[in-house]
């Protein structure tokens, strides 16, 4: 019996054409946009963080785990020489040393602490973003100078062309060296223009007195970080008590208050999909209530009145069901398209530009593809066979056939 | 005429129940989302607001001074007691940020100290610090100091360790030995390595007695960015009651990057709420276009019964315009109402504990535009009238005795 209710009802959509398809549209379009929003919003995340992982670190970086730990010249890398094999490595673009260390700046009329990178510098410009950001001077090209961020170099009142004092502990006691500004960045960026020092790496081993370096930053292509990161952990690759790390595991922090901002747009989401459902439920109403007669025949048929509340709670949820697969095919096959293509990133950039430059991203967004989408557009389905079993399925359970074989 | 119509929306009291109830749906739900979008813009602006203040008092020009003697509000308790006075309603309290040498035993870091005693009425949550060791220092407290974790892992400290801070050059003692209280954590890895916290005393003490580098002001029980208008008045108040001299900015003054963060929000919501509308459309014009396709039938009958067909359309607009106004003006009490009962703030059932973790306030600010409202209003209107037309054109361009027997 429940058999031939389901396949009545089935039959049923394909007899009213016009309503059947009417809906497949509504709940197709519902699970299509609630796929590409989500599928927009975290690829605009992941895009984000790797974008800012350009500026504030680097896309992959190598180091001791007690450097992890305790970033100090202390924790230097033990040694170089695997250097050549990582940049041989798939997906690894360029290999960059980098010696960072504590100091103390001094310009003739203040000191202040900060955070000195010493670079390779024509490695660094491929692993980072920030030596492109340097509209007044240029990049550090060799031993003797030096490189600041806008506001740094305003709060030591220091302009291209004058003299720093760099300040640091060497392994061998104090250390100073004077070096040329040659180049101020300023990316509009406030954490890069807040604390960006570069000098040469020569430099920064003649101050600390490590032979070798802090890092390894590795240019490695958007999303390949987890992956490449995950690669070089294998045993036997990297020497013992060296890791690779992503720019996902070394930007975390911010990453919590991406995630709370997430689940704030939980509850536009499920508006969505409840408007979606009730959708489903006013063309199921409207569908019993024309009906009716056609209904009424069937009771006098003997069709009793629980099976024609299932009939249409069936419809609803076939429809329902239909519209989610084609919406899925539609809404994943336009996500993955999105994913491989950058095409709406300059869409946004040309829009919004501006703002968007402020927190490092660049014009490349991408979208992210998770089954989880299909989950929450899967609610949509629920709520419509919920809705469709409430009233006008129970409205039917309390059909008289006499009365409805005289509907209008 | 006007009578007609609203016998005929009599006659099909089921009908016209389903109709209204749709346009009704469309407002409420168009009017929730909006409320939901107006609640995220509030979460970012209560991040900024707590943070930072909705309003700061500064030195004039402090933007271009580098010394941190230029750079002093001084003196400090007769100035905050003029502010309070300007500010009723605002919580008020100076900080003191020094740019110091942080040393222990084995290591030293530069450091921006901060002192300040952030009032309780307050709480910790927006200030962006989450404490995970110890506890923070009382007020008024000479011997104790808060560190950032990182940069109390950099010089090897722990809670109950002690602490040297050096602060040359300026107006106080210059140098204290403190203990560690105890250790937060911030978002921002960089900030986190240079995070070190004094009470004011202690702050005022070490480098500028009776002074502070700035004044917040708070308003706790501001949590919608569009009745912002409290914080303009106050600013006026305050520029009044202090002179020249002395610089009042607004939160949107103080760190436009925020605020860009806060419109880049824009496009996300436009884009939502355009995908939503289309649905919204969907669902008007399902609803009213399957509840009058079978009414071709009766409008037949009328024109064959002499009626013209420009009649007929008048009635059908005069039907469609009573019938979704009454359903529009429905929604909109009940959304109004809604967000009124939200508006006071809500927070998401189950997701409390995870807020909590991240150190977020979990509670939700929805609000709404008349803007916002009127679009809906309009949208659903115009909708739903459009759709009523076409079975009403349909019936006057067939024969009437094709439209008699017309079946959908």
């Known amino acids: 019996m429940a058999y031939s209710v389901a396949r009545l009802a089935w039959r049923n959509l394909w007899r009213h054409r016009n309503r059947t398809v009417l809906l497949l549209v509504v709940v197709g379009y519902a699970t299509l946009a609630i796929i590409l929003f989500w599928g927009f919003y975290d690829g605009f995340v992941a895009s984000l963080l790797s974008s800012q992982g350009r500026y504030a670190s680097a896309p992959v970086l190598i180091t001791t785990t007690a450097y992890r730990a305790d970033p100090d010249p202390q924790n230097a890398l033990p040694e170089l020489a695997f250097r050549s094999d990582i940049a041989r490595r798939p997906r690894v673009g360029a290999v960059a040393a980098r010696l960072t260390f504590p100091a103390l700046l001094r310009s003739p009329y203040t000191a202040m602490g900060a955070q000195v990178r010493g670079v390779e510098p024509q490695r660094e410009a491929m692993v980072s973003n920030v030596p492109a950001a340097i509209p007044a001077g240029r990049m550090v090209a060799g031993p003797g100078e030096i490189v600041l961020g806008s506001e740094l170099a305003r709060r030591l009142d220091v302009r291209v062309g004058e003299r720093l004092v760099v300040d640091a502990q060497s392994l061998a006691g104090p250390q100073a060296l004077g070096l040329r500004v040659v180049g101020i960045v300023r990316s509009g960026i406030a954490f890069v223009d807040r604390s960006t020092v570069m000098i040469d790496i020569a430099d920064a081993r003649k101050l600390t007195g490590v032979a070798t370096a802090t890092g390894l930053a590795l240019d490695v292509p958007f999303r390949a970080e987890r992956p490449t990161a995950a690669l070089l952990d294998t045993p036997g690759v990297l020497p013992p008590g060296v890791r690779a790390y992503s720019v996902q595991d070394m930007l975390s922090g911010l990453m919590s208050g991406i995630e709370a901002k997430r689940r704030s747009m939980i509850p536009m989401a499920l508006l969505f999909s409840i408007f979606a459902a009730v959708t489903v439920l006013s063309t199921v109403v409207v569908s019993v209530l024309e009906r009716t007669r056609e209904f009424g025949v069937a009771a006098a048929l003997g069709l009793d009145q629980g099976s024609l509340a299932w009939m249409v709670t069936l419809e609803a949820t076939f429809t329902a069901a239909l519209g989610l697969v084609a919406g899925a095919a539609v809404g994943y096959g336009i996500d993955f398209l999105l994913s491989r293509l950058n095409l709406v990133g300059p869409l946004i950039m040309s829009f919004y530009g501006n703002i968007l430059k402020d927190v490092a991203l660049g014009d490349e967004i991408y979208f992210a593809t998770s089954v989880a989408y299909l989950g929450w557009a899967s609610i949509t389905i629920v709520l419509a066979a919920l809705f469709a079993a409430l009233a006008p399925a129970r409205r039917l359970r309390r059909l008289r056939p006499a009365e409805a074989l005289r509907a209008p | ?408």
């Open chain 2, 1 to 408: 005429m006007l009578s007609l119509a609203w016998r005929n929306l009599w006659r099909q009291r089921r009908r016209s129940l389903t109709t209204a109830a749709a346009v009704a749906l469309v407002v409420l739900i168009s009017i929730l989302f909006y409320s939901m979008g107006g609640a995220l813009t509030n979460s970012f602006y209560q991040d900024v607001t707590q943070r930072a203040g909705h309003l700061q008092v500064h030195v004039t020009g402090y933007r271009d001074l580098v010394d941190l003697r230029d750079r002093l509000l001084w003196p400090a308790d007769t100035l905050q007691a003029t502010i309070a006075r300007a500010a009723p309603g605002a919580v008020v309290f100076g900080v003191l940020q020094v740019p110091a040498l942080v040393g222990s035993p084995s290591r030293s870091r530069g450091a921006a100290v901060l002192g300040e005693d952030r009032p309780p009425a307050l709480g910790e949550g927006g200030s962006g610090r989450t404490l995970v060791a110890g506890s923070l220092v009382p007020p008024g407290d000479q011997r104790d100091i808060v560190l950032g974790a990182a940069l109390a892992n950099a010089l090897h400290v722990g809670v109950g360790d002690e602490v040297s801070v050096y602060a040359p050059g300026t107006e106080g003692i210059g140098a204290a030995l403190y203990t560690v209280r105890g250790l937060v954590h911030l978002d921002d890895p960089t900030a986190e390595a240079a995070a070190a916290y004094l009470s004011l005393a202690a702050a005022q003490e070490l480098a500028a007695p009776d002074a502070v580098g700035r004044f917040e002001l708070h308003f706790p029980s501001l949590h919608d960015m569009r009745s912002d208008g409290a914080v303009a008045a106050t600013k006026d108040r305050l520029e009044q009651a202090l002179g020249p001299g002395y610089a009042v900015e607004t939160w949107r003054q103080i760190d436009p990057t925020l605020l860009g963060l806060v419109k880049a929000m824009d496009p996300i919501l436009y884009g939502m709420s355009l995908i939503f509308y289309v649905l919204a459309g969907l669902l008007v014009l399902n609803t009213v276009y399957l509840s009058l396709i079978e009414r071709v039938r009766e409008f037949g009958l009328v024109i064959a019964l002499g009626a013209e067909g420009r009649q007929v359309v008048l009635m059908i607009l005069t039907e469609s315009v009573l019938l979704c106004l009454t359903g529009a003006a429905v929604g909109l009490a009940a959304g109004l109402a809604a967000v009124a009962a939200l508006a006071p703030g809500f927070s998401l059932p189950g997701f409390e504990g995870l807020y909590a973790a991240l150190g977020i306030s979990p509670i939700l600010y929805p609000s709404v535009s008349p803007g916002q409202v009127t679009f809906a209003l309009i949208f659903a209107l115009v909708t739903a009238v459009a759709a009523a037309l076409w079975p009403a054109l349909l019936a006057t361009r067939i024969e009437p005795v094709e439209a008699m027997r017309h079946t959908a």
